[in-house]
């Protein structure tokens, strides 16, 4: 054989490398191609209302494009240590910003941010700039405080200078029922008030109990599906699956009509003797449990089973041949070998338990609300689009942080979702 | 090697049916005896891992007897046998390290830490397989994983050691070196092993005695010597190793040789079976014992016969012959210094003596 000099054997090299990279990167495109319309789809319709949804979570609003220089004076007056009512030129400033919203009608958009802030901000910035003069009597600030005292409290400025840089760190506090004092320093919302964390806990409490419980039922199930005939286990699985058939809110109906003072189940308790008054069973936690439960049931069996499916018997029988009796040879090697089922089950019926909205609301009472309850609540009714976006950042964040945790414990390889 | 000749193990005619009708192993007899590797050999669906499970105590006998060291073991739970079971694709647990794949079984029988420790890398010494120990079994090859399977069934002590098809997912060549290892294993521990296979080779190499199945019976029960070279029936002398068979008729019969008419002409040889003349008989040859004669031969028998195809084998060559009304008779011939050439077509004359065929019973027709 030829004995080649080193350059020629690093020239070979190269040469060897570009058309391997040639070839490749057809592949390459080709795969890029198949996956492309799934990668607009989802771009489009879930990673770009994702980002508009962590935006709108810190982004505060329109003062500064109404009230530009305002906005201005207010940022450097917020840096102040000693918080005063401000000085003349501020209230000038917003007089003439004050007369031109109003008069090119941006003055409700204002008012409405502002609302959120304080309640009444909305009557007090109307009835002002309805009633403000052309020119000032005296000072600005006179005038502004002889139409109404409340522009001589802090605590109005205070709000509206919250309002008035771009961004803002109001919405997520919200969500945590923590607000921005008069100082801005933080401080917790008044109890009264603090309707968020306490949601939030809710969810999860919900959440959980029902992982657990389709946990419970479906790892039995999943087990002896695994065990039977292919043929027999996928006649169940289809049982197991029926529930798909029909639409949610179907589903939740008919949990309703079930679980009622007069439905049938109470009755057939009372039939059978074992109680004397009717369970209540709707409007309540139970309730919301036991529908959400149902619904669920078949995302934990499927990971579970398919799972289980893999495990081979004869790993059940070496261990038994190897001195284990059923029970420690299940503990020892069935049942870590079905853990990676059991995550990806846990996960899964976790995570879209936590975004649950019509069952709590069907089934649910008023202290069995979900977070996505308050969300659509904020959404629709109060138009607070910025709270609603933080509480579904705070969402988010809860459900990527519990993803880390799991598989920092489980490993991602130690997952299999089907 | 010496066997004791008492029996360890014995099979009192057991039966299995799955469905009520068939059964998978019928009126089974069988004694094992204490040290001794006994193989189970047959076709799939012959009924020998059936055996093997209702022995390891995961099937149960329809009706019938299992003994073990004297005592019936039916109403035992496989995990209080104290057989050690090494499976088909090995079934190591896969999220257990070696070592504790090793330690399993000692760990479920509570004992102490450092012994067991100091146990199962004595056991993973066994299979020269130390540097090994803390790999996950996903990370070793076939042969490696064999090994680990074979120390986690020695590693307690066990009684019986059963094997069911344990080499059959490695390639040829390691096939064979794991065989010697196990082998040799046997030898030293001199524990007793049954082991199932339908590799005839690996049943010959390997076993004190071989047991052939087929159809839930046992054909045979002999040494793999004899099961070789005197197999008692057609079907034994078909499965095990190449064999050229030739119908024909008993024609004379005396003291374990006999005449039989074929349609090539008469055939002295051994007799195995029916002693009526006229019955029907299978004669049974071996290719490596047919040798190429001119006429000079001292050979008891000798035919004439015609070469259909020569296929090179490196060290030896085989001749597809006509010969007697058969077409596929297989001939070996070694590939020899100054051998002759063999060409396609030609005619010549083949030679064997007595001792080198066996007049069997020929199978029923159908």
Redesign the interface.
Known sequence: METMTADEARAEARTLRASLRRAERRRTLRGLGLALPLILFTLVFFVLPIAGMLVKAVQNGPMPDILPQTSALLQQWRASEERAVPDEAVFAAFAGELRAASQNRTLPELATRLNFENAGYRSLLMSTARRLPEAPAGTWRDTFTGLNPQWGEVSIWAALGRASPRLTDGYVLAALDHRRDDNDHIQPTDPSRAVYVASLTRTLEISATVTLLCLVLAYPLAYRLATLPESTANLLMILVLLPFWTSLLVRTASWLVILQREGPLNEALQWLGLIDQPLQLVFNRPGVVIAMTHVLLPFMVLPIYSVMRGI?P??M??????????L??FR??YF??SLPGVTAGCLLVFILAIGYYITPLLIGGANDQMVSALIAFLTLQTLNWGLAAALGTVLLVITIALYFVYTRVVGTDGMKLG | MTVPNDAFVTFEKVRKTYDGRTLVVSDLDLEIRKGEFLTMLGPSGSGKTTCLMML???EHPTSGRITLGGRSIDGV?????????V???Y?????MSVLENIA??LS??KVSKAEMEQRARAALGMVHLQHLADRKPGQLSGGQQQRVALA??LV?EPVLILMDEPLGALDKQLREAMQYEIKHLHERLGVTIVYVTHDQGEALTMSDRVAVFNEGKIQQLSTPKELYERPQNAFVASFIGENNAVLGTLKSASDGTCEVETPGGTLRCGLIGEHTLGTRKLVSLRPERVRIVDDTSACTNVMPARIEEVIYHGDHLRLRLSTMSVSDFIAKVPNAEGGRDFVAGQELKIGFNTTDCLALDAPARN
């Open positions: 081979p004869n790993y029988r070496a261990a038994t041949s190897l001195g284990a009796p059923f420690t040879a020892r090697v870590p070998l | 390891a105590g995961f739970p496989p995990h209080k046998r104290d057989i050690g079971v499976f088909q694709n079934a190591l647990f896969p999220h399993f079984p479920v029988r986690r069934a307690f």
